[in-house]
Nanobody, 127 residues
């Protein structure tokens, strides 16, 4: 069964860094725009960042600009989210999602646009 698989979550202290990975299992990411979303307890799911598949154009939520960096390695069938200067407000389950079809000029951070989703990985930032 084709699926997206997230990894790299964990427990870190404020100010530390994590790298999340999104891999395709029987799911080739080459022609998909990929996004990272997160959902904290009691809150709505929030778009964090996304990257297109050909031009590698990126988009970020204001809350993570300057701290998070999204990248992809199509040869390895992976998309990464480098998260620096983490704070307790970043605590959430992080999901990767894929959007097929024509590559957008600016990838959207609206979850309704994405058709395929991973199971998520927990990120906890606490001292």
């Amino acid at each position: 069964q084709a699926q997206l698989v997230e990894s790299g979550g964990g427990l870190v202290q404020p100010g530390e860094s994590l790298i999340l990975s999104c891999s395709g299992s029987k799911f080739f990411l080459d022609y998909f725009t990929i996004a990272w979303f997160r959902q904290a307890p009691g809150k709505l799911r929030e778009g964090v960042s996304c990257i297109t598949y050909r031009t590698y154009a990126t988009n970020y939520a204001d809350s993570v600009k300057g701290r998070f960096t999204i990248s992809r390695d199509n040869a390895k069938n992976k998309v990464f989210l480098q998260m620096n200067r983490l704070s307790p407000e970043d605590t959430a389950i992080y999901y990767c999602a894929a959007l097929g079809g024509q590559e957008p000029d600016i990838c959207p951070l609206a979850d309704g646009r994405y058709h395929w989703w991973g199971q998520g990985t927990q990120v906890t930032v606490s001292s």
